[in-house]
Structures are given as structure tokens and as C-alpha cells.
């Protein structure tokens, strides 16, 4: 299980508008960058399965969730 540190890096390589979140498209733009793209509808129900506060985007805590589960 990743550290919350580790978490946070990851999250700040992701954030690409630095609000401090992840959006569908933020994660979309890294997949691309790194030649594994993802299918947009797929990126978007993960994020909605995931988005504990219904903002539409992934924030630390709900990373962290993630990535801890």
C-alpha cells in the first residue's frame, strides 16, 4: 500500500490545472502521455465509481482509497 507521500506525488504528476484534483480528462491526457490510452467512457465511470463527494473528480483522499483498497 502506497504511503499518503506517495499518493500526494502521484496525485501532483496527475493534476494537470493544479486544483489539487483529478479529472477525467487530466487522467486521460497522462494515459495518452504515457502510450496507454484509455478508453474516455471507461475513465469517466471510474471516476464517478470512485468520486466519494460527487465533484466529478478524484481528490487525495478518495486516491488514497483507491489505492489502499
Not at 493534476?15 to 491526457?29: H, I, M, Q, Y
Not at 475513465?43 to 489502499?68: C, P, Q, R, T, Y
Request: aromatic fraction near 2%; include cysteine; hydrophobic fraction near 35%.
Amino acid at each position: 500500500m502506497p504511503s499518503v507521500q506517495e499518493v500526494e506525488k502521484l496525485l501532483h504528476v496527475l493534476d494537470r490545472n493544479g486544483d489539487g484534483k483529478v479529472s477525467a480528462e487530466e487522467l486521460k491526457a497522462f494515459a495518452d502521455d504515457s502510450k496507454c490510452p484509455l478508453d474516455s467512457n471507461k475513465i469517466k465511470a471510474f471516476i464517478k465509481e470512485h468520486d466519494k463527494n460527487k465533484d466529478g473528480k478524484l481528490d487525495l483522499k478518495e486516491l488514497v482509497s483507491i489505492l489502499s483498497s
